[in-house]
Nanobody, 127 residues
C-alpha cells in the first residue's frame, strides 16, 4: 500500500530549480516529522532534509543553503524546494514519515524503521 505520494521530479540543467511535493490521501501528515531521502544508482540511500511537527528543519551538509523543506498543513503536503542543482543531486527522491522531532532521520536509521514511504520521484540534473 502506498501511503505517501511524491511528485515534481524531472530533468533540469545544472543551476536550475525544482520543487518536490510529498502528500497523502490516506494519512494526515501533521502528527509526523517528514523526511526526504534520495538514492542514486549504485549508492546508499541518503537523508536530505527533515521537518519536525513544530517546523524545525534539518539538512544534510551537501544541500544546506540550496534546499528548503517546508510544510503546508492546509494542503497536507511537504515541499522540498531545490535550487542551484548539481549533477550530483541526480537521484530518486523519497519522502517518509518519522516521529515528531525527526529522530530517526537525524540518526540515519534504516529504512525499515520509518513507517510510511512513497514510491519516489526521479530528479535528473544534466546539461
Amino acid at each position: 500500500q502506498v501511503h505517501l505520494v511524491e511528485s515534481g521530479g524531472g530533468l533540469v540543467q545544472p543551476g536550475g530549480s525544482l520543487r518536490l511535493s510529498c502528500g497523502s490521501s490516506r494519512l494526515t501528515l501533521d502528527p509526523f516529522g517528514i523526511g526526504w531521502f534520495r538514492q542514486a544508482p549504485g549508492k546508499e540511500r541518503e537523508g536530505v532534509a527533515c521537518i519536525s511537527t513544530d517546523g524545525h528543519t534539518y539538512y544534510t551538509d551537501s544541500v544546506k543553503g540550496r534546499f528548503t523543506i517546508s510544510r503546508d498543513k492546509g494542503k497536507n503536503t511537504i515541499f522540498l524546494e531545490m535550487n542551484s542543482l548539481k549533477p550530483t543531486d541526480t537521484a530518486v527522491y523519497y519522502c517518509a514519515t518519522d516521529l515528531e522531532t525527526c529522530p530517526r532521520w537525524r540518526l540515519g536509521r534504516p529504512r525499515g524503521e520509518f513507517d510510511y514511504w512513497g514510491q519516489g520521484t526521479q530528479v535528473t540534473v544534466s546539461s
